[in-house]
C-alpha cells in the first residue's frame, strides 16, 4: 500500500506551492476572483456547483452547524 500512497500524496513543501505561487506572483494580481487553481495551474471546474453561490451558502451554513463553529465575517 505505501508505494500508491508515495505516488498518490505529496510532502507539505510540495502542496504549499500553488498558494506560494498565489501570493507572490505579480501577474495573479490579474486575475479576478473565483477561479481554481492546481499545481500552479488555472483549472476548469468540471461541473456547475462550483460557481452555484446558493449552494456554496448552503454547504458553508451546514458545514457551521455540523463542525460547531461560527464564523463571523461570512
Request: with cysteine; proline share 3%; net charge negative.
Amino acid at each position: 500500500m505505501y508505494p500508491m500512497i508515495w505516488f498518490t500524496t505529496k510532502s507539505c513543501e510540495e502542496g504549499a506551492q500553488t498558494s506560494i505561487y498565489l501570493s507572490a506572483d505579480p501577474s495573479i494580481e490579474k486575475v479576478k476572483g473565483g477561479k481554481y487553481y492546481v499545481d500552479c495551474r488555472l483549472k476548469t471546474l468540471s461541473n456547475d456547483l462550483g460557481y452555484d453561490l446558493e449552494f456554496a451558502r448552503k454547504l458553508w451554513e451546514e458545514s457551521e452547524q455540523l463542525s460547531g463553529f461560527t464564523f463571523a465575517d461570512k
